[in-house]
């Protein structure tokens, strides 16, 4: 009998962990190389040094679960989401945005850009419907065209094991 209630509840907990994956943040990333961006300046994401000659490039994004109540219609509302399709993450890292020169410190979710399994690239990231990015290179950056931004997030798949492993 025990055996079963132990089976059940090992069950559970790993089908919960399915569900929610849980984050293991051995994260020390670098602080990003200094840019001064004039407020209102256009830039892409490709032009931050960090991610300039990423290859072999993974992203993912952690929602935070007050962040997957109020997130744009047509994004996927699992606490993970993961891609490595090349042509993708090459139009999310030509997607241009707007310097806004402020900082906003609400955001709980992140965005996590690895290249060759490398952590280059790390920052807050909102997917409502004010989305945008924060972080410490380009401090509070929303995308110019929000439609676009959204509809390449909205392309990313579900991360499917119970542990991703922030390192």
């Known amino acids: 009998m025990t055996k079963k209630i132990f089976l059940s509840l090992f069950i559970l907990v790993v ?3 399915f569900y929610n994956p849980m984050i293991i943040s051995l994260a020390a990333i670098k602080d990003p190389e200094s840019i001064n961006f ?3 300046q256009i830039f892409k994401l490709k032009d ?3 991610l300039k000659n990423s290859q072999n490039v993974v ?17 996927p509302k699992w606490r993970v989401l993961q891609s490595s399709n090349s042509s993708l993450i090459e139009n999310l890292l030509n997607c241009e945005f707007k310097y806004n020169s402020a ?3 609400t955001i ?3 965005m996590y850009v690895y290249s060759n399994n490398t952590l280059v690239f790390e920052s807050e990231i909102s997917l409502d419907k004010n989305p945008g990015l924060q972080n410490k290179a380009t401090g509070w950056a929303t995308p110019v065209d929000h439609n676009k931004f959204l509809n ?3 392309q990313f798949d579900r991360y499917n094991l119970p ?4 390192k």
Do not use: C, M, N, W
């Open 15 to 17: 089908g919960y962990f």
């Open 38 to 40: 004039k407020p209102d």
């Open 48 to 50: 931050i040094p960090e």
């Open 59 to 75: 992203v993912y994004i952690v929602l935070a679960h007050e962040d997957r109540i109020y997130i744009y219609s047509t994004i």
């Open 103 to 105: 900082d906003v410190s």
């Open 108 to 110: 709980q979710s992140k």
């Open 152 to 154: 390449i997030i909205s």
């Open 163 to 166: 542990v991703l492993i922030i």
